[in-house]
């Protein structure tokens, strides 16, 4: 081969290769670009992958919580306050206020306090009653008087007389506050509560009864 031959060639080379060497880094870019996109493209895929989980999660824990809230709703609502050998004895329907109030009165009666007390408390813990709630308290605290727990007792009529001011037991409620300020020894409160009864409800029935006991305590 001529020596011109060979220049030739390698003059033509040298030409072209600038161009070949820029295809080449044009394409090494071009690829850089497409896995630099495919990177971004996989790292959004995972983000939405990690939110859709997320949301599942929230999703399932918030069924999770709905179920356990009714389960624990239906728990109570079936022995709540109540002992395993009373709970709804002769009552059809633990829904049903009147029949939990009518068997609260009927345990009274019969001088069942502990079955009463609980069906009293139980129905002021399940129902909202304007007449039979403020009587529930009220027949609470009388239970809670006769068992000597003046504490309980002393909260039940409060509870009475602060939530339902107007109700007809209020009087005799303050009048029962007395009662406990007296058994207690508390002669000073005893007397202030009764008098207050006499001067607030002088036409009640309660002012009768405070008076009276005024009297024999002097």
Same mark, same amino acid.
């Given at each position: 081969?001529?020596?011109?031959?060979?220049?030739?060639?390698?003059?033509?080379?040298?030409?072209?290769?600038?161009?070949?060497?820029?295809?080449?880094?044009?394409?090494?870019?071009?690829?850089?670009?497409?896995?630099?996109?495919?990177?971004?493209?996989?790292?959004?895929?995972?983000?939405?992958?990690?939110?859709?989980?997320?949301?599942?999660? =929230?999703?399932?824990? !918030?069924?999770?919580?709905?179920?356990?809230?009714?389960?624990?709703?239906?728990?109570?609502?079936?022995?709540?306050?109540?002992?395993?050998?009373?709970?709804?004895?002769?009552?059809?329907?633990?829904?049903?206020? +009147?029949?939990?109030?009518?068997?609260?009165?009927?345990?009274?009666?019969?001088?069942?306090?502990?079955?009463? $007390?609980?069906?009293?408390?139980?129905?002021?813990?399940? $129902?909202?009653?304007?007449?039979?709630?403020?009587?529930?308290? $009220?027949? =609470?605290?009388?239970?809670?008087?006769?068992?000597?727990?003046?504490?309980?007792?002393?909260? $039940?009529?409060?509870? !009475?007389?602060?939530?339902?001011?107007?109700?007809?037991?209020?009087?005799?409620?303050?009048?029962?506050?007395? +009662?406990?300020?007296?058994?207690?020894? +508390?002669?000073?409160?005893?007397?202030?509560?009764?008098?207050?009864?006499?001067?607030?409800?002088?036409?009640?029935?309660?002012?009768? =009864?405070?008076?009276?006991?005024?009297?024999?305590?002097?």
């Amino acid at each position: 081969m001529s020596f011109k031959l060979i220049f030739f060639k390698y003059f033509v080379l040298f030409l072209f290769l600038p161009f070949i060497v820029s295809a080449d880094e044009n394409e090494d870019a071009k690829t850089d670009i497409l896995f630099l996109k495919i990177q971004e493209l996989e790292s959004e895929i995972a983000e939405l992958r990690n939110r859709l989980e997320s949301q599942n999660y =929230l999703i399932e824990k !918030l069924i999770a919580e709905s179920s356990d809230d009714k389960d624990e709703d239906s728990k109570n609502l079936e022995g709540m306050a109540l002992n395993a050998d009373i709970r709804f004895a002769g009552i059809e329907d633990p829904e049903s206020k +009147d029949q939990i109030y009518t068997a609260a009165l009927e345990a009274l009666e019969d001088q069942n306090f502990d079955k009463s $007390f609980n069906l009293f408390k139980y129905f002021v813990e399940s $129902f909202s009653d304007e007449e039979k709630t403020p009587l529930s308290f $009220f027949w =609470l605290g009388e239970i809670s008087m006769i068992k000597n727990d003046f504490e309980s007792a002393m909260n $039940f009529f409060m509870e !009475l007389i602060s939530s339902y001011p107007n109700h007809y037991r209020v009087p005799l409620s303050h009048k029962k506050i007395g +009662d406990i300020y007296l058994q207690s020894n +508390d002669m000073k409160s005893a007397k202030d509560k009764y008098n207050f009864v006499i001067r607030e409800y002088p036409n009640n029935t309660a002012s009768s =009864l405070a008076l009276q006991l005024l009297k024999n305590m002097e």
